[in-house]
């Protein structure tokens, strides 16, 4: 069975920080590209980032919002993917979530709040 | 980065009839190895995204049969054959060919009439 467990969200002030965590199991976690997608509460879905498989090299991409300000990265190993999360502002409040193309199923997300 | 444009934006359903979705690209989305990487996703209302059809017209494991994609280039359809209580909530169409950003489209929000 596929399970895509996030976590790491919260409360925290604009301008702070926070790390999300994705553990994966279910598939074969080193082989997929990893993506994180959020969805602002009552709105739709908006993809962040994406990080390629380490047999594809690697490499890593985001969205024009986030650039610069959050940092995905993957431990195959544990088969958990992060997204490391600075300088947040309160339009990145969210449900986030971690999802690929190689599997159907998403997980529950975790929600981020940016608020003073 | 591609715009996804869907239509209708909601649509009200008598339950047995058939609805259909559909998502319009601001480019094609064949890519340069010849796969078609668009997507649709449904979620069901307070649940997850989970997706129903990939690369077009594959359905995933476990959705049942009157779900349906079709179309190319830029024009692609949802069909649902005949609609089931289960299937309220809302559509996305999603496209990975032209990267990044991965876009999706607004949403259609599908409601029993």
């Known amino acids: 069975e596929v399970q895509m467990v996030e976590s790491g969200g919260g409360l925290v002030k604009p301008g702070g920080s926070l790390r999300l965590s994705c553990t994966a199991s279910?598939?074969?976690?080193?082989?997929?590209?990893m993506t994180w997608v959020r969805q602002a509460p009552g709105k739709g879905l908006e993809w962040v980032a994406r990080?390629?498989?380490?047999?594809?090299?690697?490499?890593?991409e985001y969205a024009a919002p986030v650039k610069g300000r959050f940092l995905i990265s993957r431990d195959d190993s544990k088969n958990t993917l992060y997204l490391q999360m600075d300088g947040l502002k309160p339009e990145d409040t969210a449900l986030y979530y971690c999802?690929?193309?190689?599997?159907?199923?998403w997980g529950q997300g975790t929600l981020v709040t940016v608020s003073s | 980065d591609v715009v996804m444009t869907q239509s209708p934006f909601s649509l009200s359903v008598t339950l047995g009839q058939a609805a259909s979705i559909s998502c319009r690209s601001s480019?094609?989305?064949?890519?340069?190895?010849?796969?078609?990487?668009f997507y649709w996703f449904q979620q069901r209302p307070g649940q997850s995204p989970r997706r129903l059809i990939y690369?077009?017209?594959n359905r995933d494991s476990g959705v049942p049969d009157r779900f349906s994609g079709s179309g190319s280039g830029t024009d692609f359809t949802l069909m649902i054959s005949r609609v089931e209580a289960e299937d309220v909530g809302t559509y996305y169409c999603?496209?990975?060919?032209?990267?990044?950003?991965?876009?999706f489209g607004q949403g259609t929000k599908l409601e029993i009439k």
């Open positions: 990080i390629r498989s380490k047999t594809s090299g690697g490499t890593t």
């Open positions: 279910g598939f074969n976690f080193n082989a997929a590209w």
């Open positions: 999802t690929t193309t190689t599997v159907p199923d």
């Open positions: 999603m496209q990975a060919t032209h990267w990044p950003p991965y876009t």
């Open positions: 480019q094609s989305l064949v890519h340069s190895d010849g796969n078609t990487y």
């Open positions: 690369r077009v017209s």
